[in-house]
Nanobody, 122 residues
Framework: QVQLVESGGGLVQAGGSLELTCAAS????????LGWFRQAPGKEREFVAA????????YYADSVKGRFTISRDNAKDTVYLQMNSLKSEDTAVYYC???????????????WGQGTQVTVSS
């Protein structure tokens, strides 16, 4: 079982930046994906970005490409999401997740964090 704890959310003005951190503990495997999803009020949870431990491959939703960067410290089992040029539509609860399947498919993730709120004011 993998436990995930997110931190780093908060309130930021449009155009600003935030960095989210997700610390994983418990059993992790070389092919584990660590990803970020988000859910805005009244909307379904959506994929944001993911990193695959085995080869460092990264994956992004089109809506965040060029603005968000996912990185990973395997020694610390920690994944980061640097968010730049934030927009009001980025406002959501952001969840860290661990899985083995297709990066953008939430059903392939077996552990989820509690979520951290990101609010972007316009």
């Amino acid at each position: 079982q993998v436990q995930l704890v997110e931190s780093g959310g908060g309130l930021v003005q449009a155009g600003g930046s935030l960095e989210l951190t997700c610390a994983a503990s418990g059993r992790t495997f070389s092919r584990t994906l660590l990803g970020w999803f988000r859910q805005a009020p009244g909307k379904e949870r959506e994929f944001v970005a993911a990193n695959r431990r085995s080869d460092g491959s990264t994956y992004y939703a089109d809506s965040v490409k060029g603005r968000f960067t996912i990185s990973r410290d395997n020694a610390k089992d920690t994944v980061y999401l640097q968010m730049n040029s934030l927009k009001s539509e980025d406002t959501a609860v952001y969840y860290c997740a661990a899985g083995w399947g297709t990066p953008a498919d939430a059903s392939g993730y077996f552990s989820w964090g509690q979520g951290t709120q990101v609010t972007v004011s316009s």
